[in-house]
Structures are given as structure tokens and as C-alpha cells.
């Protein structure tokens, strides 16, 4: 977790933010917005507009936001580490979000094939035509591997290449699905990916934008880790205030208060949302009475 400073951040001039512009710009909009900023887009502007008088928002697409860090043009920015290791940018990675368009988790490149293919693995490659937009990273990988191929720059539809335009290519994927929706097989993982909030290194040498940068930085993780948890809310009577409380797992244990009612509590706990759905039958027959179960905004370690 990202330690936030406890002093004012005094940012004299505005934090100049960047989000990505694309098919993040709506999940990152709105984990933002579960952090604590409202961020107003318009589909035909790239400065959004945010609640908070320190910062100022630009809409990047993620190939190109860690070169822009690098150079200052902005202080910080959300992008992919596949992007930050594609243009070999020289920034500063605040912490990593484990966010995606579609999921929590992680994003792969991976090399993939047309499921005829005779090709089982990348050495089979060899002096054949790999397709991505992903080039140094997939040249690196390949060079690791021992293996020499042309790798081609693809402006798009990188799927539909193989096999008439490409003998392979290296594309990014969430659930795979679409690589399985254009007849594509999957050979080997070249690098795993997630959300990262980078900062330029002046930035994080400006004592001011670096604790901005720090506290915005725990505030989204925050979010993040509440999206997997909830509250849980119950009445319990003393003579069972043991059994329930044996039964719930917490972050450092639930929290217990005695009700105006004699011999009653309140216990009030943060929880797995996964778990729920098991725990509440079995908190009920411990005797827990008035179960809720309410959302987070945050979690904050």
C-alpha cells in the first residue's frame, strides 16, 4: 500500500494527471470516481473536468502517456507496465492497480497462431512473420528465446492476420475470448501486464506533487481493494456473541458494541464478497439476527 502524507499538499501549480483515453478511460473514470473524484468526460474533449483544485486532467491514449511523463509534459499517469517497457520510458511507478476493461486482474501478450497452424512453439518462428503492436517487448522476447523472426508493426486488427498477413502475432488479451472468436491458439505468455500510476521524476522530486501523487495513489487503492469486499451488520445476543464471531474473517478482527438492549451487540465487519453468500446462512443459524450487508467505497490498510 501507498503511504499518503498527513500535510497539506500545498501543489502550487496544478498535478497534471493523465488517464487513459480509450478503452480504460471508462473503468478508470469510475474507480476514480469510488476514490473520491468526480471526473466529468466529454466524448469530444480531452480535459475532462475533476472536483478537486490541485489537479488537472488529460486524456492520453496508454501507447503513448509514459513518454509524456517521461518528458514532463505531465507529472503522472495511468498506463499499462506493457507500455512503459515498450517505449523503455525512464519514470518513476507510483504502485501497480490490478484493473482492466473487463476484470480485477491482470492482462497477457501473448503469441498466438490460426488453430490449424503447424507452429507448436516460438522456436518453430524461425524467419517467420510475427504481427503486434507491441514490437520491442515481443523483439526482446524473441531474442531471449534464441529466436530470429520479422516482427511487423500492426495498426490494428491484429487477429485477423493470421495466416494470410502474418504467420503469428503477439496481441493482448483478458479472457481470450476473442482470439477465440477469430480461430487463433494460443503458443506461450510473452509478458503479463497491469495498470500502473507512474509519476516523472521531477514530480516525484517536488516534495508538494510527490505527496499528491501519494495520496491519490492510496486513495485508488483504496477503491480497488474495497471492490472485492463488503460490510457485514448483525445483532447478536451475548450467549452467542462467541459462536458468530468465530465464524467471520475480518482485516484485523470484527468490531463488537454493546447495544442499549441488555445483553446485545452490535458486530459490524468487512468481508470477501465471494464469502457472503456462505457466510450469512451459517451466521444465522449461529444465532446473528438483522443481518446487512452493505457496499464499500474504500479499504484502507
Not at 492482462?107 to 516460438?122: C, G, I, K, T
Not at 507491441?134 to 529466436?147: S, W
Not at 503469428?168 to 476473442?178: L, P, Q, R
Not at 491458439?185 to 510527490?210: F, N, P, Q
Amino acid at each position: 500500500m501507498t503511504k499518503a502524507t498527513d500535510k497539506p499538499t500545498g501543489v502550487k501549480t496544478r498535478l497534471r494527471l493523465g488517464l487513459p483515453k480509450g478503452s480504460l478511460e471508462e473503468a478508470t473514470i469510475r474507480l476514480f470516481r469510488n476514490a473520491g473524484f468526480n471526473i466529468q468526460a466529454s466524448a469530444r474533449s480531452y480535459y475532462p473536468a475533476i472536483d478537486d483544485p490541485e489537479i488537472e486532467v488529460i486524456l492520453f491514449r496508454p501507447q503513448e502517456m509514459s513518454r509524456y511523463v517521461e518528458d514532463g509534459v505531465i507529472d503522472c499517469g495511468l498506463t499499462g507496465k506493457d507500455w512503459v517497457e515498450e517505449n523503455g520510458s525512464k519514470v518513476v511507478t507510483v504502485t501497480a492497480l490490478d484493473y482492466a476493461k473487463q476484470s480485477l486482474g491482470k492482462v497477457r501478450w501473448v503469441l498466438a497462431v490460426s488453430e490449424d497452424s503447424p507452429f507448436q512453439s516460438v522456436r518453430d518462428l524461425k524467419d517467420k512473420r510475427i504481427s503486434t503492436e507491441l514490437v520491442q517487448v515481443t523483439r526482446a522476447y524473441l531474442k531471449k528465446n534464441g529466436v530470429r523472426a520479422r516482427v511487423e508493426f500492426s495498426w490494428g486488427a491484429t487477429e485477423v492476420k493470421p495466416p494470410l498477413l502474418a504467420d503469428a502475432i503477439v496481441e493482448v488479451t483478458e479472457t481470450g475470448t476473442s482470439l477465440r472468436a477469430n480461430r487463433l491458439r494460443i503458443l506461450d505468455t510473452v509478458m503479463e501486464s497491469r495498470t500502473v500510476l507512474i509519476a516523472s521524476r521531477a514530480a516525484w522530486k517536488d516534495r508538494a506533487k510527490r505527496a499528491k501523487v501519494a495520496n491519490i495513489a492510496l486513495l485508488l487503492e483504496g477503491a480497488l481493494l474495497a471492490r472485492e469486499k463488503v460490510g457485514l451488520k448483525m445483532n447478536v445476543s451475548g450467549k452467542d456473541l462467541k459462536r458468530v464471531t468465530s465464524i467471520l474473517p475480518a482485516l484485523k478482527g470484527p468490531t463488537v458494541a454493546k447495544l442499549t438492549q441488555p445483553g446485545w451487540y452490535d458486530v459490524d465487519t468487512v468481508v470477501d464478497e465471494k464469502e457472503v453468500r456462505v457466510l450469512i446462512p451459517r451466521l444465522k443459524s449461529a444465532g446473528a439476527e438483522g443481518i446487512i450487508e452493505y457496499p464499500l467505497n474504500k479499504v484502507i490498510n
